[in-house]
Nanobody, 123 residues
């Protein structure tokens, strides 16, 4: 099993940047593909970005391409989501998740979830 804890959320103005982190404990992080999801009030949880076990492959939802970057440091057991050019519509609780698959693109691919961190973008 793996335990995931997100951090780094907060309040930022539109156009600003924020980096959220996901620290893993338990089984080696390199055993899992990792992903970020988000959920805004009244909305379903949606996929944001994913990264393969090695970090070689990544995938993003269209709405964040060119603005968000997912990365991982397996030695530090940490996954990051760098968010630039933030928009009010990026406001949500951001969750990291671990998948035993090569690369997970949907919620059902993921086994372990963190508790989430709030990101609020003001206009």
């Amino acid at each position: 099993q793996v335990q995931l804890v997100e951090s780094g959320g907060g309040l930022v103005q539109a156009g600003g940047s924020l980096r959220v982190s996901c620290a893993a404990s338990g089984r080696t992080l390199g055993s899992y593909a990792m992903g970020w999801f988000r959920q805004a009030p009244g909305n379903e949880r949606e996929f944001v970005a994913a990264i393969s076990r090695s970090g070689f492959n990544t995938h993003y939802v269209d709405s964040v391409k060119g603005r968000f970057t997912i990365s991982r440091d397996n030695a530090k057991s940490t996954v990051y989501l760098q968010m630039n050019s933030l928009k009010p519509e990026d406001t949500a609780v951001y969750y990291c998740a671990a998948s035993p698959r090569t690369l997970g693109l949907q919620m059902g691919d993921y086994t372990y979830w963190g508790q989430g961190t709030q990101v609020t973008v003001s206009s």
